[in-house]
């Protein structure tokens, strides 16, 4: 399957200037308006911020100027998100959510009448949109999801279904709902309908306090048979797959930018203090582990950033580009940001665990990119699926889009040799069959290192750091097929159910059952102050 931009951007001068004057803005506006440790620490973003972020335009970056917004490419977002979670991963992600999985939805796939409505107030900021997939029992698996549609006789639906982890979901005038809609006992497809919160059955339900981006609202969200009209179901009827993988493609794209960003944060707080401080030995910055700390951060950097502008490229030529990319930009620079984030905390040491220094914030905030939009398990598993087919579209990435023709031979070679590893050894049970699942887990991790790999390799640059960048990934692509071919470490641990759950059940027996059960703080109103009467007094 693959993804295209499909909208009007301005021509591409004018989208680097835009983008630039909107860094410039951002930088200056977080020196003077911005407190992040008070972000956090109260968990809400000011107002004000979230306001004037509307005017700059940030919320229209990607809606088209005839709707009132800015028309950035891809490019210019992908500058701007990285700008902002230079700043604050926690911002960036807040506009990243109002941007992608909120506004794009309606601008890219709603009727006339519903931009017409909706959209120039959802560019300037005066209306924030949501997207509600996520459910207690489904996150990115569409047909698990339990929401559904009734189109009724009137020829409204009526939409059902309990959400969660929806970010801006309070703060949301309208949500993007995903539900399959039903005749009778059966489902007739998945649909895609824009939903306004204040329409009579929307339940807003409890906020979810995180661990990380603790400023941004992430709340449940309850339907309860809520009326929609024709004209506000997205893309048509059965149409919800595209809208739905088409938001998830273009999230991952801007999480791997926030994620860029973050690590060039990480790099310069390393920089800073290991230059500045003193050791038995001399300047930190003189150290060879610090030194290695750096130089694999800036590789980091490089491999994500090669990833994500390859695709950047792509989408603003016009060109239809393979899921699979969005996907490793995505756990590559998740994963990436999160080893950066850890080694920062350990460079910095006891500064490191000061939360007044912003570095463990910072590693909070870098824990969930690793999760949403698709955990970097089910995401490397897809990918090991595509190099398990020799026709997919990583091997086409691979071969034409990246110019990696012995990169797709090399990885294809692993596939070969992985489906010839018949048996595995395990801690326990001796020699058992090689479960397909961590077969797909073995080489979904070196398609991740292959397409590293390729994108830098495609990279005009040419400056010793390149150099090193593209050495780095070719060890880790080597690494992982030789992980995959022969065995890794984890293989040597790994448990048949029976013996894990024999395992946790002596720590269990030794321990207890660990659980605090102590009550919480009061939250329900009185029975005697609430509107409707009580039935019974207690």
């Not at 021509?11 to 909107?22: D, G, I, M, N, Q």
């Not at 996150?139 to 279904?161: E, I, K, N, Q, W």
């Not at 399959?180 to 807003?204: I, K, N």
Request: proline share 4%.
């Amino acid at each position: 399957m693959r993804i295209s931009s499909r909208y009007q951007p301005v021509e591409a001068p004018e989208s680097a200037r835009r983008a630039e004057a909107l860094c410039a803005w951002l930088r200056d506006y977080a020196a003077r308006r911005i407190n992040s440790r008070l972000i956090d620490e109260r968990r809400c973003i000011p107002p004000y911020i979230a306001l004037d972020f509307g005017n700059q335009g940030i919320f229209g970056m990607q809606v088209e100027e005839r709707w009132g917004g800015l028309g950035l490419r891809n490019r210019g977002v992908s500058r701007v998100l990285q700008q902002a979670s230079a700043l604050d991963l926690g911002l960036g992600t807040f506009i990243l959510t109002s941007l992608f999985p909120g506004v794009r939805p309606i601008a890219t796939f709603g009727s006339p009448a519903l931009k017409e409505a909706v959209l120039r107030d959802l560019a300037t900021g005066r209306v924030f949109a949501g997207y509600a997939q996520t459910e207690p029992g489904a996150g990115t698996h569409f047909p698990a999801m339990s929401a559904r549609a009734v189109l009724g006789s009137d020829g409204r639906y009526r939409v059902s279904g309990d959400k969660v982890w929806i970010g801006n979901a309070t703060w949301a005038g309208v949500v993007t709902v995903m539900a399959h809609t039903v005749e009778g006992d059966r489902r007739r497809g998945l649909d895609a309908f824009a939903v306004r919160t204040h329409a009579p059955g929307v339940v807003m339900g409890r906020e979810l306090l995180s661990l990380g981006m603790r400023g941004m609202v992430q709340s449940e969200i309850s339907f309860r048979d809520v009326a929609v009209d024709e004209a506000d179901l997205l893309a048509g009827r059965g149409q919800g797959l595209e809208v739905g993988v088409d938001s998830m493609c273009f999230s991952r794209f801007a999480i791997a930018a926030t994620c860029v960003g973050a690590m060039k944060n990480c790099a310069q707080q390393m920089l800073r203090f290991a230059g500045r401080r003193s050791i038995a030995t001399g300047r930190l910055l003189e150290h060879p582990v610090v030194l290695a700390a750096l130089g694999e951060t800036s590789a980091r950097i490089a491999g994500a950033e090669a990833v994500l502008d390859r695709a950047a490229e792509l989408l603003d030529a016009g060109e239809d580009v393979a899921i699979e990319l969005f996907a490793v930009a995505k756990v590559a620079a998740s994963e990436f940001l999160w080893a950066s984030a850890d080694r920062l905390v350990q460079v910095l040491g006891s500064r490191g665990y000061d939360e007044a220094n912003g570095a463990p914030q910072l590693l909070r905030d870098a824990r969930v990119t690793r999760i949403f939009e698709g955990t970097s398990e089910a995401l490397v598993a897809y990918l090991g699926q595509q190099a398990f087919a020799p026709r997919s579209d990583l091997h086409e990435l691979l071969r034409d889009r990246l110019a990696a023709g012995p990169v797709a031979d090399a990885l294809a070679a692993c596939v070969a040799r992985v489906r010839g590893r018949t048996q595995l050894e395990t801690a326990g049970a001796g020699e058992a069959p090689m479960q397909r699942s961590w077969q797909l887990a073995l080489i979904g991790h070196a398609a991740v290192w292959a397409v590293v790999l390729a994108a830098l390799r495609q990279r005009a640059e040419n400056s010793e750091l390149a150099e090193r960048a593209r050495a780095w990934a070719a060890h880790g692509f080597e690494a992982a097929c030789a992980h995959a071919s022969n065995g890794s470490p984890e293989e040597l641990v790994l448990l048949s159910p029976a013996e894990a759950e024999k395992a946790v059940e002596a720590y269990t027996a030794e321990l207890g059952e660990v659980e605090q059960t102590l009550p919480g703080a009061k939250q329900e109103l009185d029975p005697l102050l609430r509107p409707t009467p009580p039935r019974e007094l207690g």
